[in-house]
């Protein structure tokens, strides 16, 4: 290491240390946002993370709209909706991102089982819908092709 | 295949031939007729979404909360907030500047120039002693012209290009940079957007030549911001490696004046939702 | 001016509500093109719904959702019925929206 990456790297690291303690206030705030599924980087452990399993059906009745060539995959739009009965969650997993878990959807007995939402895809990767029923969780999966464009201006 | 190359023919421009944008008008119309018979002619309004299926789809969910409501919101906030001296965007046009974005590009006998909305707004603040604003990145000017367009929604343009050699001459430099190839790529507008309109071009479509102004500014989600047509043309004269111009030069608002010309007949469905 | 944008519709005793929520959405993981910094995360991590008090839906974010993030619900509801929107992101920002169903 040579002396002016070193000098640019321990002032690097003299940045972190001055932003840990606003991390810790912020973690701290939001007891009820899981965190913890929400960092993980592999799909079948971030299933495993949210459920306490990772069983999963794959089911018909759970429909999942989602574009098979992405226009952007800085905003992909996702619906998903199921004729199943006592719904208690919808999650949505895109494999290939970063962190798995994109979003999740606590309903209640109010609730009608049908969502949407917009996401980012940093590349081609399946979306998983998933929602859990009773004691199971059902899921639907498709693959989303996100393609670099020529022309983006 | 010979009648594609003959209407190819037709389009290709002489530079010493006298303008004639009528004649320009018919040909370029009857071109994607044929190019794209499935097609309504209305339906050129929507940019490449009137030819390409699977991209309407999404541009479709997208219409269903637009994310440039918030930019006609913000837009609508700008247009009526006064200058320093009291007086609104409003004040310097017909109707308070309510459903007039069809009027725009005009061409000025007086001042013997182009007027795009942008270039009136911009003057119209320089006339209250405020500066003018950038054209790119979004901002006021775009937020603005947003606003506008959606007031004038479903109203259809019909550019005038009065009988002059000064208009007639900014109409014809305005189809000259359109047809000219250009840039390290050496393409030109119509190489991409009339004759290689529907293929791809790596993993796009070029859209089609007409109804390329009618839904500007647009909010592009790559970007997450609203893009004017002058930024636009920037962008793809930048991408074709070629140099590009200023917005609110007069390259510019001549091309703006030629390509809205070719949009007559269509309606006003800016701000859009673009990728 | 809110930061949150709905549009409520009821049809045969489901609510179809629609919600538009200005906000970055930073995933944390983008550069500054110019400094070569790390742009902080900023993202809403929670949006929670009630109709007349009630709850109807919580929604847990990560940084995958789009800027300026869409969302839409359903909901057993009737028209005229107090409708909230709330959300809170990762640096502790919040707003809500109270509208009523059409």
Known sequence: MNRRNFIKNSMLFAGSLVAIPSLIVSKKAYAAWPKKSFDIKDLTESVSSVYGHSNLEESSKVKLKAPEIAENGAIVPINVSTTLDNVESIMIFVENNPQPLSSGYKLTSLSEPSIGTRLKMGKTSNVMAAVKSGDKVYTSTQEVKVTIGGCGG | MFKQLLLIAFLIPSISAVASPERDYDEFVSYFENRFPDTPFEDYKNGVYSIDKSAREQWEAMEEFPPYELNVDRGEELFNRPFKNGNTYGSCFENDGIGIRQNYPYFDTEKNKVVTLEGALNDCRVKNGEKPLSYFKGKELAHVSAYMAYTSRGNKFNIQIPNTKEALDAYEDGRRLYFTKKGQLNFSCADCHVYQTGTKLRADIPSPAIGHPTHFPVYRSGMGRLVTLHERFAGCLNRIRAKSFKGGSDELNNLEFFTTFMSNGLEVNGPGSRK | ?102
């Open chain 3, 1 to 102: 001016m809110s930061t949150i944008k709905t549009r409520s519709k009821e049809s045969n005793g489901v609510v179809t509500v629609k919600a538009l929520i200005k906000h970055p959405m930073e995933t944390g993981q983008r550069k500054d093109k110019k400094t070569g910094d790390l742009i902080p995360a900023h993202y809403i991590q929670e949006v929670h719904s009630k109709a007349n008090g009630k709850d109807v839906i919580t929604i847990y974010w990560g940084p995958a959702v789009s800027k300026n993030p869409y969302l839409t619900f359903k909901y057993k509801g009737n028209k005229g019925d107090n409708l909230e929107i709330s959300w809170v992101d990762n640096q502790g920002n919040r707003d809500s929206k109270t509208s009523t169903v059409k």
